[in-house]
């Protein structure tokens, strides 16, 4: 039976997780491993009902964190241990930091502990790899796509800042994107390759 792991790639809105997600991919399907590549937001009725609300300024953090551990929860159990009890390489292209992070900052009323609380029942990723990038110049890469909500220097900063804290604190690898795709990448595959050996699917 094959053994499957979980690799989560997260950071602020225009760090390259999507580019990332998918470069690791192809590069671990040429070592002939069978792989899967999943997002959040999912495409799920939940998922898309939060891709609407992150343009919209209204919508209270609490429903955000909500909605987006609703989103998960279907994910994790729907898709994600699907996959892994089959013998997959499963890499999400965001997951649980990206609420701590993103819902701590939008409010001092959300608390991490309690993010997690409601984020209980999803499962934890084998490697979390956090892409880091000046928000300056992650918000140049979207400039010609309309912004989210929480797409703007300031609130991005504080986002940058706290995955760093969040990543240290929890030892997640710290990979900077602003450098060559290219480059940035073989970081990437550098640590997998070594996490993959570890569990001995490699």
Not at 47 to 55: D, H
Not at 181 to 193: A, P, R
Request: charged content about 30%; hydrophobic content about 35%; overall charge negative.
């Amino acid at each position: 039976m094959k053994k499957s792991f979980f690799c989560v790639l997260d950071g602020i809105d225009g760090s390259g997780t999507t580019t990332h997600s998918k470069l690791l991919a192809g590069f671990l399907e040429n070592r002939g491993l069978m792989v899967y590549v999943t997002q959040e937001p999912t495409h799920s009725d939940i998922g898309l009902l939060l891709r609407k609300y992150l343009t919209d300024k209204e919508i209270p953090p609490s429903t955000d964190a909500l909605l987006f551990a609703a989103d998960r929860d279907l994910h994790y159990h729907l898709e994600i241990k699907k996959k892994l009890n089959e013998g997959y390489i499963v890499i999400s292209d965001r997951y649980l930091e990206a609420s701590i992070v993103y819902q701590t900052s939008q409010s001092e009323e959300i608390s991490v502990e309690w993010v997690k609380q409601i984020n209980k029942y999803a499962g934890k990723p084998n490697l979390m790899i956090i892409l880091d990038i000046d928000p300056k110049i992650s918000l140049a890469r979207k400039k010609n796509q309309e912004l989210e909500k929480f797409e703007n220097i300031e609130f991005l900063s504080n986002v940058r800042d706290l995955f760093l804290k969040r990543a240290e604190k929890e030892n997640y690898y710290i990979v900077n994107s602003d450098d060559i795709i290219e480059f940035t990448q073989e970081k990437i595959q550098n640590i997998v390759i070594e996490h993959l050996k570890k569990y001995k699917i490699l």
